[in-house]
């Protein structure tokens, strides 16, 4: 285990001070992320609106912020967050809107305060390309999308 991070957080608009990201249980990996939207959003069957959640983070360097779908939210109303995980890097200081899509027949009402996904916060590698010519040698080789069975 390593230690918790420190996040900054700006709240946005006046009173979202109620709306800070938090984890339901101790054992949760994300901190839910909450709806702040003035009266209701209505996201018809099928259709997709960009979620504002009223804050705005400062993650360090060599971490991330991983915006994810709440399971509830998936099997109970067919809502999801499309570009899933949605990256929140560390450079970004805007808002964090989520990219809810309703998958459901019925359109999905928001309302302010209203859970609507979760985040969680990653390290992230460092990396560099070397050009080659070839790559070592894998049992899985260039098998690709169902390759390796159901």
């Known amino acids: ?18 709306l ?3 984890r339901q249980t101790a054992g949760a990996s994300g901190f839910d992320l909450c709806a702040d939207v003035d009266g ?5 069957p099928m259709g997709r609106h ?15 912020g991983q915006v994810r779908p709440r399971s509830g939210l998936a099997i109970n109303h067919g809502v999801t967050c499309l570009n899933s995980p949605g990256t929140i890097d560390s450079d970004y ?5 989520v990219i809810l899509a309703n998958l459901g027949d019925t359109p999905f009402v928001v309302r302010r305060g209203d859970r609507i996904a979760q ?9 560099s390309f070397r050009v080659t010519d070839s790559l070592d040698d894998t049992d899985r080789g ?9």
């Open 1 to 18: 285990m390593t230690e918790p991070i420190e996040i900054g957080l700006r709240c946005v608009r006046p009173g979202g001070e109620s």
């Open 20 to 22: 800070l990201p938090a």
């Open 40 to 44: 209701e959003l209505a996201i018809p």
């Open 50 to 64: 960009a979620v504002p959640t009223g804050i705005a983070v400062s993650i360090p360097h060599g971490a991330e």
């Open 93 to 97: 200081r805007g808002e964090i809107k």
């Open 119 to 127: 985040i969680v916060f990653s390290p992230v590698l460092e990396a």
């Open 142 to 150: 260039h098998g690709g999308f169902g390759s390796t069975g159901r």
